[in-house]
């Protein structure tokens, strides 16, 4: 079985500085993993996606992610927060191919920024 | 061009009551998904359609809750006498074959609330 934990509910960060937000997965296969974003009101948008190719994946908005398989992580960082930033976080992994498509997300963090 | 769309954006019923939301993918997308998001939590799934046909339902929760997809397009979630428990933002998703790498692109959700 495949899941992901993401170890804080919600992080403070000040404007400027750098942001981390922490997920470990399990998964029995090489697994794809993604990081969505989803601010109030708004559609879930996916800000980057890990599919066994280079283990530093680039997303939009400055955020980067590094798969690390002997940590089993994901962690998503940025150096520089911005207000706009602010939103609920998911880390979600995905069965592997030749499996159904559906998602299994982490219960998220929420990212809050302050000026 | 449009992204996934979801009617009604907020719907209040009464325990006991059916109800239907209904999603609108991107154009062309043949794979269509349909997560449930309770307070606080990541998105859950509950049912995958490839075409028409529900490629994988494991996620719906017991007999009260179907979904169709008539035409390959627009997907209505149906929900029979609804529970307070049942109270969740459901969240549509639709790709473009549903191959596993695919992204998969989110509406902005139908909030429900069972009183």
């Known amino acids: ?115 | 061009g449009a992204g996934v769309s979801q009617t009604p954006s907020n719907k209040v019923t009464e325990k006991g009551k059916y109800v239907e939301l209904r999603c609108d993918p991107i154009s062309g997308h043949t794979a269509l998904y349909w997560y449930r998001q309770s307070l606080g939590q990541g998105p859950e799934f509950l049912i995958y359609f490839q075409g028409t046909g529900a490629a994988d339902d494991s996620g719906l929760p017991n007999d009260r809750f179907f979904a169709v997809r008539p035409e390959g397009s627009v997907s209505t979630l149906k929900i029979q006498r609804t529970e307070r428990g049942d109270s969740a933002v459901y969240l549509c998703a639709s790709s473009r074959t549903g191959v596993n790498q695919e992204t998969q692109y989110f509406g902005p959700g139908t909030r429900l609330l069972v009183l």
């Not at chain 1, 879930?44 to 980067?64: C, D, H, M, P, R």
């Not at chain 1, 998602?103 to 963090?109: A, D, P, V």
């Open chain 1, 1 to 115: 079985a495949q899941s992901v934990t993401q170890l804080d509910s919600h992080v403070s960060v000040s404007e400027g500085t750098p942001v981390l937000l922490r997920c470990n997965y399990s998964s029995s296969y090489s697994p794809s993993l993604f990081w969505y974003v989803q601010h109030p009101n708004k559609g879930l948008q996916l800000l980057l996606k890990y599919t066994s190719a280079a283990t530093l994946v680039k997303g939009i908005n400055g955020f980067e992610a590094e798969f690390k398989k002997s940590e089993t992580s994901f962690h998503l960082t940025k150096p520089s927060a911005h207000m706009s930033d602010a939103a609920e976080y998911f880390c979600v992994v995905r069965p592997p191919p030749g499996s159904q498509g559906n998602l299994i997300f982490g219960k998220g963090t929420k990212l809050s920024v302050k000026p």
